[in-house]
């Protein structure tokens, strides 16, 4: 499988995960939020000296990102990710999309 075969197919995965509006928009927010306070946090470690009196801009960012896309699962009613993966891990039974959209059609990439 080549790379682009490989990032598009978990594209599709991930939209199917996200059928609900709700949390498909959620996502669309929190993902850039996530992003953003990693690249902040990263780029504030590495200035010389790092601006400790505002450790909490990252954190905001990042902590605000991750509440919103928990929030998308919780109301879509499917396990995050990352939860996903460290029950596949423990051989654990897990969520991926849920009962309530499984009937719904997936987005489809345009």
Same mark, same amino acid.
């Given at each position: ?34 992003? &953003?306070?990693?690249? *902040? =946090? !990263? ?10 009196? +505002? ?30 993966? &460290?029950?596949?891990? *423990? =051989? !654990? ?10 009937? +719904? ?6």
């Amino acid at each position: 499988m080549t790379k682009a075969k490989g990032i598009l197919r978990w594209i599709d995965d991930w939209l199917a995960r996200h059928r609900s509006p709700v949390s498909f928009w959620l996502h669309m927010i929190g993902i850039p939020l996530t992003i &953003v306070g990693v690249i *902040l =946090g !990263l780029y504030q470690l590495l200035q010389d000296p790092p601006p400790w009196e +505002r450790w909490w801009h990252p954190v905001l960012l990042f902590v605000s990102g991750y509440f919103l896309q928990w929030c998308g699962h919780l109301h879509e009613g499917n396990d995050m990710g990352e939860i996903i993966v &460290v029950k596949r891990l *423990l =051989g !654990l039974p897990y969520n991926a999309i849920s009962q309530r959209y499984a009937n +719904r059609p997936s987005r489809q990439r345009t």
